[in-house]
């Protein structure tokens, strides 16, 4: 999984990157298909929200890509928040398709397909 940073406003440093990449790594254990991660930070400079951080992030897999977005007065936490959000969402994708082979009667063990008449 590819990892990629766009910043404004806000320093990118090492320890940023590596937490990111610590926090962001069980995504690829959720959803193998996954091939990167754009994250996006931001630092606010408007007098309302001075000192603000925001990360948008998009976790991209074939044909589906799950995005979200946080803020917090650092950027470690607001990763943190983003990365809940994208397991959040991940495992709902999950389910959903699991529930839709049940529904059909594909996903039971000994479930017979519906008689023709």
């Known amino acids: ?19 990111a990449l610590r926090k962001l790594a069980p995504l690829e254990r959720l ?18 929200y001075d000192g603000v951080k925001r990360v948008e992030a998009a976790l991209r897999i074939p044909r589906k890509t799950f995005r979200a977005e946080a ?8 990763i943190d928040r983003v990365k809940d959000k994208l397991e959040r969402q991940v495992r709902d994708h999950h ?3 699991r529930s ?3 529904k059909a009667g594909l996903g039971l063990p000994g479930a017979q397909a519906p008689a023709e008449g």
């Open 1 to 19: 999984m590819e990892l990629t940073f766009t910043a404004r406003g806000v320093q990118v440093t090492d320890r940023i990157r590596d937490a």
């Open 95 to 97: 389910r959903r398709k």
């Open 31 to 48: 959803e193998p298909r996954a091939t990167s991660v754009e994250v996006t930070l931001t630092g606010e400079h408007h007098p309302t």
């Open 71 to 78: 803020e917090a007065d650092d950027v470690l936490t607001a």
């Open 100 to 102: 839709a082979k049940q």
